[in-house]
C-alpha cells in the first residue's frame, strides 16, 4: 500500500518508515507538520495518486496541539472514504470523540453525515507490536475501523463515571418530588456490570471489517452510531444491560455467563437492540454500531 506520515518526532517517523517499507510497503511522503501535510495530501490528489492511508500523530505543529487530528479530520472531509490512522500518546482528552464523531455512518438522501470507516486510533506504543500495527493498517484500509482497547476502556470508565453523577442528582431531584429526576434516575439505573475482564479485551488493536460483525460475533472496535441514537430509550432495562456488556467486547456466550440467561435469551436481547435501534438486517457492523451508540449516550 502506499503510505503518506505525518509526525515531528523525525526518529519516530524515520523507523515507522523503515518499518513499513520493511513490510512492502511504499513510503510516498514524509511529513513534519500538520500544514504541510495537507499540503501534500492536496498535492497527490491532484495528480491523482491519493495514498492509500495516512498516518499521522494528534500533536504537531504548528500550535503542538491536536493539529495532526484537526488535519485528518478537514482531509477526510475534503476526500471521503481516504483512510487514516491516528497515532497518539494519549488515552484521554478529546481527540478519541472528535475522531469516533467523524465515523458515524453517512447519512440518507438529502441529509448530512460522517465519511464511514477506515479510521484507525492507536497508542503510539502500540507500533511497537509491528504484527498488530500493520495488521490494523490493513483493516483500516479496507474500510474498517480500529480503536486501541485501552482507549475503549477509558471511553467504558468515563462513560460510567458520568453515568453514576447523572444517577445521583437523579436521586436528589426524586427526594424533591420531580418526576423527571426519577425516570432519568431510571433509565441510568440499567447501567450495571463492572469493565470487562481481560478475556474480553486482547492484547492488540481491537478491528473490525464491513460486514464482520453479527449478533454472535464479538464485537472488535468501535464504528458509526446508527443515526437513530434515541433508539436507546426504546430498549428494555435488560436490553441496555446486555448492550452495556457488548460494549465491554463480551461475546454472547459470556454475556449470558455473565447474567446467568440461556445463549437463546442472549441473541433475542442482542435482536431487539439492533430493532430498537434501526439497524437492519445485513447492515455493516451492526454490533458494533450499537456500542457507539451506546458510548455516545453515557460519554
Known amino acids: ?21 520493511t513490510a512492502g510497503h511504499e513510503v510516498v511522503a514524509q511529513v ?10 492536496e498535492r497527490l490528489a ?52 472528535d475522531l469516533l464523531e467523524e465515523t458515524e455512518s453517512p447519512a440518507g438522501p438529502g441529509g448530512s453525515g460522517g465519511s464511514g470507516g477506515a479510521v484507525g486510533y492507536l497508542l503510539k506504543e502500540r507500533v511497537g507490536r509491528v504484527a498488530d500495527f500493520l495488521h490494523s493498517l490493513d483493516v483500516v484500509v479496507g474500510g474498517g475501523v480500529v480503536i486501541d482497547p485501552e482507549v475503549v476502556s477509558h471511553l467504558m470508565k468515563a462513560a460510567r463515571a458520568a453515568g453514576s453523577g447523572a444517577g445521583q442528582a ?73 448492550l452495556e456488556l457488548m460494549a465491554q467486547g463480551l461475546s454472547n456466550a459470556q454475556i449470558a455467563e455473565r447474567l446467568v440467561l440461556s445463549d437463546g ?12 435501534l434501526d439497524l437492519q438486517p445485513g447492515e455493516e457492523n451492526r454490533r458494533v454500531r450499537a456500542v457507539l451508540a451506546w458510548l455516545h449516550a453515557r460519554a
Open 1 to 21: 500500500m502506499r503510505i503518506l506520515l505525518a509526525d515531528d518526532a523525525a526518529l519516530l517517523r524515520e523507523g515507522l518508515a523503515g518499518l513499513l517499507t
Open 32 to 41: 513534519a507538520d500538520a500544514d504541510a501535510l495537507r499540503v501534500e495530501v
Open 46 to 97: 491532484a495528480a491523482g495518486e491519493l495514498p492509500d492511508v495516512v498516518v499521522t500523530d494528534v500533536r504537531m505543529p504548528p500550535t503542538g496541539t491536536d493539529d495532526g487530528l484537526r488535519a485528518a479530520i478537514d482531509l477526510r472531509r475534503a476526500h471521503p472514504g481516504l483512510p487514516v490512522v491516528v497515532l497518539s500518546a494519549y488515552v484521554a482528552g478529546p481527540y478519541v470523540q
Open 170 to 242: 437523579a436521586g436528589t431531584a426524586r427526594t424533591a418530588g420531580t418526576t423527571a429526576g426519577s425516570a432519568a434516575g431510571s433509565e441510568l439505573g440499567a447501567s450495571t456490570g463492572a469493565p470487562g475482564s481481560t478475556a474480553a479485551t486482547p492484547p492488540g488493536p481491537r478491528a473490525t471489517t464491513p460486514g464482520a460483525a453479527s449478533p454472535s460475533t464479538p464485537s472488535g472496535g468501535i464504528v458509526g452510531a446508527p443515526s437513530g441514537g434515541a433508539g436507546l430509550d426504546r430498549l428494555t432495562r435488560r436490553e441496555q444491560e446486555v
Open 265 to 276: 435469551a442472549v441473541a433475542k436481547h442482542v435482536a431487539n437492540i439492533f430493532r430498537g
